[in-house]
């Protein structure tokens, strides 16, 4: 292996790369802020909502959960377009790793608020606690330990899942890479530059929820 | 069919069965002029066809022939909206209306002609022997006369050595993972010749002048076309007319600048006269 070539085409291409890496960040970034957002939703309405509310979301999350990434990023791409809603290809992207993610946080969600013992509910119920209350200062805290862990989990999986945007197109990280071994044929190199690049994102990710973690957990 | 063709197809014939968005009465080609730019499809990593190139421009072959399009259009061959697309992409793209003209190193089959309308061939791709220009055989004859001494380094594929002994019917055929292997083969005498699509060839030649030769011999030939949405024939007959006058009449400067740019070829004029279509 060249080291130096491999850095002066590595140098050569810091642009593309680097707006790869942007498109990246920022299709990860509103995926997982929107999806969690809906997902939040979603999981209030698995453990509170009505039979009917329930069985919808379950479904909802089901098949969401059920289905390769892959197949729903062509979905929204192609499908959507044929319903007439004509989405562009970041757009349609985001959109899948949305409805993704939300699926993930529901169940992590309704998965921790089930975790709580029954009897708290009841306990914050004789004290005279309303239900906003009762969520707002008995379950969420508890929950949103929970959660953390694998909310964290689920926002790393979603940086890793924004690579199949490439196949519709949308320049991320991947495809900026693809393009450059194209031009230059240092495939090894730049794929194992770009495995290095999403490992060490997803590794400051954890780490910053870690971090989190331990500013938010019960002394000992 | 790999299972990724076969997604793509299944979803591009979902979108056809619940009757695509309908163009509008009228044609693509009034589409695009009141649009005022073109939607070209092409892919973003296969030299010299189309590519990024250090400038960060998408650039290449099948891009040039997409700015024939916008330039005949709009007097502009800069007017264009490009749509990256990998090779699958290429006909869920068109049915769909993401894009109004695909230009991506696209062969020619009855198959596909099914799903697409294609346009006249712009290029006939196929594959050739790249040689070292110091070494020791000279050229395809030489190659042949060689017999087995002779290894042929080849992109990893299943009918490579049939593709091979096509052409050199004794020679050995050494096959390998990427392309940069293949050429490294060669490079270091490992190989005497690498098969490869005459278009990479050429390209191959065109970025490392007086390092390395042409065979002299083409074979499995096979036509690159555009591609439209089937059933417009206006449009069709637009861009025929486009790429016919590039390769035949005004704008053949244009098409040959580029074929010698991409490919290392300069072109000779179409005769002037009696129409070469018709020879």
Known sequence: MDLSLFLDNLWNARMSLLAGFGNTLLISLVAVILGSGLGVLVGLALSYGNLATRFVLRVYTDFLRGTPVFVLILACFYVLSVVGVDLSAFQAGVLALTLFCSSHVGEIIRGALAAIPKGQTEAAKSIGLTFGQTFASVLLPQALRQILPTWVNTATEIVKASTLLSIIGVVELLLATQQVISRTYLSLEFYFFAGFVYWLLNFLIEQAGRAVERRVSIPQ | ?279
């Not at chain 2, 594959?127 to 395809?140: E, H, K, P």
């Not at chain 2, 690498?194 to 042409?214: C, E, H, I, K």
């Not at chain 2, 790429?243 to 991409?262: C, I, N, Q």
């Open chain 2, 1 to 279: 069919m790999t299972p990724l063709k076969t997604l793509f197809a299944g979803l591009a014939m979902t979108a056809l069965g619940a009757g695509a968005v309908q163009a509008q009465d009228g044609s693509k080609l009034q589409e695009v002029l009141d649009r005022g730019h073109l939607i070209l499809g092409t892919g973003s990593t296969n030299p010299p066809w189309h590519f990024i190139d250090q400038e960060n421009k998408l650039t290449g072959f099948d891009v040039d022939m997409g700015r024939l399009v916008a330039k005949a259009l709009f007097g502009d061959p800069d007017k264009i909206e490009y749509v990256q697309q990998s090779s699958d992409a290429r006909i869920p793209n068109l049915v769909t209306d993401k894009v109004d003209l695909t230009c991506q190193f696209m062969t020619v089959t009855a198959e596909r002609a099914q799903q697409v309308e294609f346009t006249i061939p712009y290029y006939r791709e196929g594959v050739g022997l790249l040689l070292m220009a110091n070494g020791d055989y000279a050229d395809y004859d030489a190659l042949k006369a060689a017999g087995s001494d002779v290894t042929v380094a080849v992109l990893q594929n299943v009918y490579a050595e049939e593709m091979v002994h096509a052409a050199l019917p004794q020679a050995t055929v050494d096959q390998y993972d990427s392309v940069d292997l293949m050429y490294q083969a060669l490079n270091s005498g490992r190989a005497e010749a690498a098969a490869t699509d005459q278009s990479a060839l050429r390209w191959f030649m065109v970025q490392n002048p007086g390092r390395y030769t042409d065979a002299g011999y083409g074979w499995n030939p096979q036509s690159y076309s555009c591609a439209i949405k089937p059933g417009d024939q206006r449009w069709l007959n637009f861009v025929n007319t486009v790429l016919h006058e590039a390769m035949t009449g005004v704008e053949f400067p244009f098409y040959s600048d580029s074929f010698a740019k991409w490919f290392g070829t300069e072109l000779e004029n179409p005769q002037i006269g009696f129409p070469v279509e018709y020879k």
